[in-house]
Nanobody, 128 residues
Framework: QVQLVESGGRVVQAGDSLRLSCEAT????????MGWFRQNTGKEREFVAA????????YYPDSVKGRFTISRDNAKNTVALQMNSLKPEDTAVYYC?????????????????????WGQGTQVTVSS
């Protein structure tokens, strides 16, 4: 199973940019899709972005499209989430996740149960 470690979370102001990173170790060759999720206390884990480990195709929900960009560096086994124009409602713990299943060429997993491996999370706080 792939192990994931996130980093980069901190306190920023509204309008700022922030880049999160996720380092993957272990059998990364079995990974098909990497995703980012976020979660606030008492709320469900929310899908933020996904990228194919091979090929680099991406998928975003409307809530972050145009502000967030996911990317990967296969040589370094890392996935990044660039977040621009941050808003207070972006405050959450951000999690990196890995899915090793092929679910269809044009399908991107957006539900937490579809991802098998998770990092411990990194806190992002956006102050107004």
């Amino acid at each position: 199973q792939v192990q994931l470690v996130e980093s980069g979370g901190r306190v920023v102001q509204a309008g700022d940019s922030l880049r999160l990173s996720c380092e993957a170790t272990g059998p990364t060759f079995i990974t098909y899709t990497m995703g980012w999720f976020r979660q606030n206390t008492g709320k469900e884990r929310e899908f933020v972005a996904a990228i194919r480990w091979s090929g680099g195709s991406t998928y975003y929900p409307d809530s972050v499209k145009g502000r967030f960009t996911i990317s990967r560096d296969n040589a370094k086994n890392t996935v990044a989430l660039q977040m621009n124009s941050l808003k207070p409602e972006d405050t959450a713990v951000y999690y990196c996740a890995a899915d090793s299943s092929f679910r269809g060429r044009d399908y991107f997993p957006t539900y937490p149960y579809e991802y098998r491996s998770w990092g411990q999370g990194t806190q992002v706080t956006v102050s107004s």
